[in-house]
């Protein structure tokens, strides 16, 4: 890791042993996560005691300045209790994303309480229409995750010229405004819907939100700048570190998993016998082990050498860029793999939620991978970014 950014390995060992002490209360909550469809507020407090929220928060704010691969090893310990949880930390932590791009003073009076988490959402857009001092913002925005208990929300909208609503098509929509802008509301200035009702990540509250003609001033609005470069100094304002953080939620849903069906097999005996000494089930363990070793090298590896290259010269090559993506949609895609199986061998006992994680988390990891950024069409993008050509795809 570079000594001039990130956590040092003090602090990073300190993060996780900060999420490994509130895991065990987060379990216990998992059922009280899944019935109200959302976190409840003593849970929320446990991941801000940990400083769940700050960790991608800068140092001059007084937040954690985690890199991606403590992001990716503290959400893991938070998955490993709970999935929702863990997505909603993955969500929440983008606090410190949206501080970079704020004037410095802004960020200190938003984030005045460094625990503030934040959601957000860019597709659809929204509209903006451009008024003195900021904008009137209009639209509806689907999958606000973790906005139950967020301070801050973040959405996308196109500028409109004027009351016409004469969308903005090229390069610049009003004097030196793209067409394209991120502003940013109070949770309390929107209205939340409730529409997140699912058969996985239910307790995460992704809900609709929506807003009509609210104002927006400018400096809550933060304008496109040019996408696979930092800033200097600030690695972390590069574009790419939105996303290694994914990985964290199925790296750790596959070790729980793996980790109870193990503990299954050791005491369970069922109709064939002992469940230890079943052959399919031996060779399941063994073979599954294998595999969840071998995602988690891949994840950690592919966010280090990334992370690396950024603090080393502010950009991020395409074979890199590339390794980065493919390690998040094949670490997601095989995880659904693993825990199709480990629920396979683990035969009845999967299906009682009293006794089981195993059909949560099952419901869980299908459902994490309906998200765009994890679909298999990043497979195709990736090759044409090796091939030399454009990605083409959301979020690349």
Known sequence: MSESYGATLDEREALIDAAR???????EASDEIEAARQLPTHVVQLLKDAGAFALLQPRWLGGHDADPVTQILFIE???????????CVMIGCDSGLLSRELNPEVARSMFADINSATCGAAFPPGTAVRVDGGYLATGRWPYFSGVTHADWVQFSCKVIRDETSQVIRDDTAVGDHPAYIRLVAPQSDVTVLDTWRTTGMRGTGSHDVEIT????????????????RSVPGEPLRHPAWLLPKHLGV????????????????RNRVAVRGALRDDALTQSTIGETAARIAACRAYALSAADTAWQEVCTTGELSDINRAQLRLAITFVHRESVKIVEQLYSIAGSSSLHTERSTLDRRLRDMHAMNQHVVLGASNYAAAGRLLLGQEPDAPFW
């Open 213 to 228: 003609d609210l104002f927006i001033p400018d400096e809550r609005s933060i304008l496109p700048r040019p996408s696979q």
């Open 250 to 265: 199925p790296l750790g849903l596959v070790q729980a998993a793996h980790a109870e069906v193990v503990e299954l097999a």
């Open 77 to 87: 310990e938070i998955a490993k209790a709970d999935t929702s949880a863990a997505w």
């Open 21 to 27: 002490s509130i895991a065990p209360r987060i379990r």
